[in-house]
Each structure stands twice: as C-alpha cells, then as structure tokens.
C-alpha cells in the first residue's frame, strides 16, 4: 500500500512539474513499467538519470553499464520509449517547446547584440581565438552574469565550470562581482569547480555533472569548459592517434550537447587556435585556425571568433551560426570583466 501511495505521490509530482513546463522525465518513472530499483541505480551511477537520457544512450553503451545484461536493456529501452512520445513534432509545436530556451548576457551590450540576446541554453557556443584574445575573461565574466535575473523572465542560476589549463582565478570573480553590486561570497558559492587533468577525466567528469543537474533541477543555468581540447592536445599526439583522438572528443561533444538540451543548460566552450604552416604557400588571408577540425565545428551551434584589437579591447566575429548573421563587435576587457569598449 505504501508503496502505491509512493507512486501516486510521484505521478502527482509529475503533474504539478507538467503545468509548469517540466525539465525533464526522472527515471523512476521506469519502477511503473517492471524495471528494478537496484536496476535504475546503475544507470544514475553512470549519469542517466533521466527517461530522455536513455534514449540518449546507444544499446552498445547500455549493455557496457555493470550489471545490465542485454535482455535488460532491451526491457529498459521499451519501457522508455513507452513513456515518451516517438518524438516528432510540427514545427510549431517545437516553436513552443523553444520558448524555454533561455540567453544569459555576456557583460557587453555589444557583444551580446552579436549573440542574439546572449549566450543561448540548449546550444553550445565556442570561442576561439589566440592567447590574450579574452577567452578566459568571458569565462570569468559569464560565471558571474548567469547569476544575475536578465531579459524574459531569466531568473539566474549556479555555474559548473571545468578547467583544463588551470586558469580559474576565484579573486577575479570578486572585482566583477563589485562591478555588478553583487555579494562576492554569494557568488563564489554559486560556482562549481573542477580542475580536469586528463581528457578522461574530463569525460568522467561530465557524468557528475549530469547527476549534479538532475539533484538540483533547473538550478543550474550554464556550464562552462575552459578550454575543450587543451588536454586532448596532450594525451594524443602525431597523426597515427588523431582518429582516435577525433573519436573521443566526438562522444564529448556529443554528451555536451545532451546534457544542455536534456536539463535546458547553455554550454560555452573555449578552443585554442593552431597555425598552418603550409598556409603561406596557399596565399590564405589568416593561416591560423582553430583546433578541434570538422568534428568540433559541427557540434558546436555557435562559433564565435575572438582577435586583439587596440589597446584592451577585443573583437568578435559570428564564425558559424545556424541563426545568426556574420557580423562583428568590439568588446573591452576591463577590471570588472568584459564590458563595451569606449569610444
């Protein structure tokens, strides 16, 4: 008996989270349809945790999870697909559904008049650019603006922000916290930090964000990796390892883009830059380009190029966008982060 009240109070949950739009479908949902408890507790170990989330997942992967044979998955995935709708809408049905997706400002009107309204959840963006072209600073600043309520009822929220170079300064968020009136304690205390040393680590780390975000249910507002192929640079080196290395930044990339639609979270990557030594014999314009090759540049939504301009100031340019025009904006970097650069 306990048990069904259990399960009404569940579905009742699930009503109240439906009025208001709900983020997602949690995985106990699969306890209804014959799955075990035990069962359901691998697949959050591994970081599903949500009805989407299996349907995410490939069968190759859910058969590799401890403990799940493939008559299991087989069950798991039936039972998924019963809960959720076979997934195509009309385009004016997805037109409502889009209407969650969110945009945090990046700290310059200017800039963010280039991004559409800012930074867009359920999207990855990607900036590029050479050292001192203000990556880490738009890292800096974004962890601070995401806390702030902004345009269309955007409400602010926590950060996670994996580093890779080691270039996280926690007292650089404090002089852009003054900038904003914003408590400092308050602020640090809604960032999340991991330092990821290997390119394994950092997938492995993706996984506890996941959970982090299904804990703590529309909390979460961006996720920040600073940079995204710095230490798949160092683990995999010459040509005879780039397929492996492509391969394993393609599941990263995609496990990105799941987990900013699955929990409606905007993702901002940045990259590092390479020069073409063989561009001065082809007469390119600039030989330098970003790393990551035609897997990262197809899986990031937006792309957005960053280059020094004079004194403090930077310039952006729209790289690749689905929805957004070519254009250019001058930005400055000041002591409380990124700001519009004085005329």
Not at 10 to 28: A, P, T
Not at 174 to 188: C, G, H, K
Not at 193 to 215: I, M, N, P, W
Not at 303 to 318: D, F, N, P, Q, Y
């Amino acid at each position: 008996m306990q048990q069904e009240d259990q399960v009404v109070e569940e579905e009742l949950v699930v009503n109240e989270d439906d009025e208001e739009e709900s983020l997602f479908q949690d995985i106990d949902l699969l306890q209804n349809h014959g799955i075990n408890v035990a069962d359901i507790k691998k697949l959050k170990q591994v970081g599903i945790c949500t009805i989407k989330g299996i349907q995410m997942t490939t069968k190759k992967r859910l058969c590799a999870v401890k403990g799940i044979s493939e008559a299991k998955m087989e069950k798991i995935k039936e039972a998924a697909n019963k809960l959720c709708d076979p997934g195509f809408l009309t385009a004016l049905e997805y037109s409502d559904k889009r209407k969650a997706v969110f945009r945090i400002t990046t700290g310059s009107i200017e800039l963010d008049k280039l991004c559409g309204g800012g930074l867009e959840s359920m999207a990855i963006t990607e900036a590029f650019g050479e050292f001192r072209t203000g990556k880490t600073q738009l890292s800096h600043t974004m962890c601070v603006t995401a806390q702030l309520p902004g345009a269309n009822g955007y409400t602010g929220g926590k950060v996670v922000l994996i580093d890779t170079e080691n270039t996280f300064r926690p007292d650089r968020l404090r002089t852009i916290a003054d900038r904003f009136n914003l408590d400092q304690s308050a602020v640090l205390d809604n960032v999340i930090y991991a330092r990821a040393y290997t390119s394994e680590h950092q997938h492995e780390l993706l996984d506890f964000v996941a959970a982090k975000f299904y804990e703590e249910p529309g909390v979460f507002k961006l996720l920040i990796v600073d940079s995204i192929m710095a230490l798949f640079r160092v683990d995999f080196s010459g040509r005879g390892e780039l397929a492996d290395r492509q391969q394993k930044l393609a599941q990263m990339l995609s496990r990105l883009q799941k987990i900013s639609e699955e929990y409606n979270v905007a993702v901002f990557i940045t990259n590092q830059m390479t020069s073409d030594p063989g561009a001065a014999l082809s007469f390119q314009v600039d030989p330098k380009k970003p790393i990551g090759g035609n897997i990262l540049a197809h899986a990031s939504t937006t792309r957005i190029s960053l280059r020094k301009g004079r004194g403090e100031t930077r310039v952006a340019k729209i790289y690749d966008s689905p929805d957004l025009p070519e254009n250019e904006a001058t930005f400055a970097i000041t002591a409380g982060g990124i700001a519009d650069a004085k005329e």
